[in-house]
């Protein structure tokens, strides 16, 4: 069982595919027949439709489907042979020649149409024509049937064609990639049509088919509501002595139709017409008329899916009931000319807008193709590892190109991973230059404070100096003049203090921006540095940092304090930057522990990111900033958390509402 399951895999796989179409296809077609055909309500499925037919409206489905099935069957065993006397070929290509090989590839190329043309035909014909010799005509029924059938069909086996490709292409992956010059050409014209056409053909059809049943249900409502009124009104103003009285009195019955008629019956269902000669009618029209047209308020059909239907009433003449009726057709030649004319210049359109779209198409990857065929040219391609080679159009002439091209590509590679370090350091020292910069507006403050402070002691110390002869300055003054010389003293030694934080800091990013040392630091002096380098730009932005401590200061973070600073400092300054100069915003850094993790986020509230750009980000260098940025920032910034901090670096952001950047640490 398991070798046979494996011998016919393929078949298996498309079969399967087939049947659970199948299953649905024939729920659809269990719902839509009755409506499209116009079938009498409560006659299909019922005893009714078994007494006239001897089967019912549910045995009819499934035995379409068991022909369906039964097709498929025969065609896609019929037709994917080849796989089954090619088996070892493809599990084992190297074994034969190139001749061999190129014949299983022309096979898988050209199968999967071949399948979908049979596959909607054959059921569509063969269905049509069971159906015709079962009502016993070729008519509009017919017709109409036949549009529904390969609607449905082509929408349905054009999805098993896509299918059936995708199928085919795992088998071309692995048979060895050659020249196709050996190989069946096909083009993209011919793919746009087997795909797009059958979808264009299925919607004109349907639509043509419910818009001819709408009109058919309308028009069947509007004829019987005319000639039930006018049966009624006869019945009403007329009094019969005798049969022949009430064929009299028939002919002055209005028709709205040259094919209508006036129709009597009697009580032994004998049918005549109003000039008395006897007709005979379907045993469906009698059985209905009947049995169920007294509950149908009199009206009576033909057959089911026939645009034939009656209206009748009944009249006693001399004690004997007698069922007066008019027989109307609802549409006419006329209607069914006039969808076939729309239908046929709708479908002839939309395959000259085809044409014209698909040799567009295929102009533009050829000149594309082409270009890269230049740019290739005595190349030497002989240690690629080329794609396969899974289609023989337009798009397999991309693919040899870019087997041509990828050499190139690969020769570049290592330089660019040369070319990345040099950018890397550069990007490094703009931040550095940066840095210094805004060091330097940092410190010019309290420079200035301190020499406005050592000119106001000196003018103290000379104050004091003068008053120490004075007789009138009393110990009071010199205690005063001593406390602010003191107050001026405690400023300068907070201004130095403060330069020297701030120049410990710049010191530990100058000198060690790729330290890789495994060294430990707190959160509080993370949070310190930050703020200190930080404090210029966010100044001159007026852009306000909100810090929030979530977890103990002094937790311990395993790694180089000033590269998680760089890494934090760079994201602010990215939050700062999307604020497009907007003064009197707000950034939150808030730290928080999570298990065994420490989480930092920096949040803003500016215009958020475009979804492709959140798609890119971290994976390739990518800058919203146009010239004056190089996309180097988050990319280095995710590369040091993964590298020298073993974390990670998520991103949260929505259009108009902010950014959220999480640096996932672990403890």
């Known amino acids: 069982m398991k070798k046979i399951l494996e011998k016919y895999k393929i078949q298996l796989k498309l079969l399967l595919a087939l049947t659970l179409g199948l299953i649905v296809l024939t729920t659809i077609y269990a719902f839509l027949i009755p409506m499209i055909l116009n079938y009498p309500e409560g006659t299909y499925g019922t005893a009714f439709q078994t007494e006239v037919e001897n089967t019912n409206y549910l045995s009819q489905v499934l ?34 020649t190139l001749k061999e090989i190129n014949y299983v590839k022309n096979k898988l190329f050209t199968v999967p149409y071949s399948l979908l043309i049979l596959n909607i035909t054959i059921p569509s014909i063969a269905l049509t024509v069971i159906h015709a010799y079962t009502i016993h005509q070729f008519g509009i029924t017919t017709l109409k049937l036949f549009i529904l059938v390969i609607s449905l069909m082509t929408l349905y086996v ?17 048979l060895p990639y050659d020249s196709v010059a050996d190989l069946k050409r096909s083009t993209l014209k011919k793919k746009i049509f087997y795909n797009i056409l059958p979808l264009i053909l299925v919607s004109v059809l349907f639509t043509s088919l419910l818009g001819y049943s709408l009109v058919s249900i309308n028009t069947g409502n509007s004829l019987f509501e005319t000639y039930h009124n006018s049966l009624d009104y006869f019945k009403e103003y007329n009094t019969f002595s005798s049969f022949s009285d009430l064929l009299e009195k028939t002919q ?12 009597i019956k009697t009580t032994d269902n004998h049918y005549f017409n109003n000039n008395g000669e006897e007709i005979q009618v379907s045993n469906f029209f009698n059985k209905y008329l009947n049995e169920l047209s007294p509950t149908n308020d009199g009206r009576v059909y033909e057959y089911y899916g026939i645009d034939c239907q009656g209206a009748t009433v009944d009249v006693v003449v001399n004690g004997t009931i007698y069922t007066v009726g008019i027989y109307f057709t609802i549409l006419s030649i006329d209607i069914l000319i006039y969808f076939s004319i729309s239908f046929l210049i709708l479908v002839l359109i939309n395959i000259i807008i085809l044409t014209l779209f698909a040799k567009s198409l295929s102009n533009e990857i050829n000149i594309i193709s082409f270009s890269f065929l230049r740019m290739i040219k005595n190349r030497d391609t002989s240690i690629m590892q080329p794609l396969s080679l899974t289609s023989n159009d337009e798009f397999g002439d991309l693919i040899i190109s870019f087997n041509k091209i990828q050499e190139l590509t690969k020769k570049n590679i290592q330089q660019l991973h040369d070319n990345q370090e040099t ?37 103290l110390i000379k104050e004091y100096e003068s008053s120490i002869d004075d007789p009138e300055v009393n110990s009071q003054d010199h205690h005063d003049i001593a406390k602010d010389m003191s107050s001026w003293v405690a400023k300068i030694k907070t201004h130095t203090e403060y330069m020297s934080d701030v120049i410990t800091a710049v010191k530990g990013q100058a000198v060690t921006l790729s330290n890789e040392e495994d060294i430990s630091f707190t959160v509080g002096e993370l949070l310190k540095r ?7 730009e966010l100044k001159n932005a007026i852009i306000y940092l909100n810090i929030a401590m979530k977890t103990d200061e002094n937790t311990i973070i395993h790694g180089d304090i000033n590269s998680l600073v760089q890494v934090i400092n760079n994201m602010i300054s990215n939050s700062i930057q999307a604020y497009d100069g907007k003064p009197e915003q707000n950034i939150d850094l808030t730290v928080e522990k999570d298990n065994n993790h420490l ?20 994976n390739e260098m990518i800058t919203t900033k146009g010239k004056n940025g190089t996309g180097l920032g988050l990319y280095m910034s995710y590369s040091t958390i993964r590298a020298h901090f073993n974390g990670n670096i998520t991103v949260v952001s929505e259009e108009g509402k902010g950014t959220t950047f999480s640096i996932i640490l672990p403890l």
């Open 63 to 96: 035995s379409i489907a068991a022909a369906i099935f039964a097709i498929f069957v025969v065609v896609i065993f019929y037709k994917t042979r080849f796989l089954i006397t090619h088996s070892d070929l493809i599990k084992n290509p190297h074994k034969y």
């Open 158 to 174: 054009t999805s098993v064609f896509i299918y059936t490709c995708n199928l085919f292409k795992k088998i071309l992956i692995k």
């Open 252 to 263: 002055s019955l209005n028709l709205l139709n040259e094919n209508d008629f006036v129709f």
């Open 423 to 459: 950018l890397m350091e550069k990007e490094r020292l703009a931040s550095l230059g940066q840095l210094i910069g805004g060091i330097a507006h940092n410190l010019k403050t309290p420079i200035m404070s301190i020499s406005g402070a050592t000119e106001g002691l000196t003018d």
């Open 530 to 536: 930050v703020n200190i380098l930080m404090k210029h």
């Open 599 to 618: 989480i930092i986020f920096v949040k803003d509230y500016g215009p958020g990111m475009p979804e492709y750009v959140k798609n890119k980000l971290f």
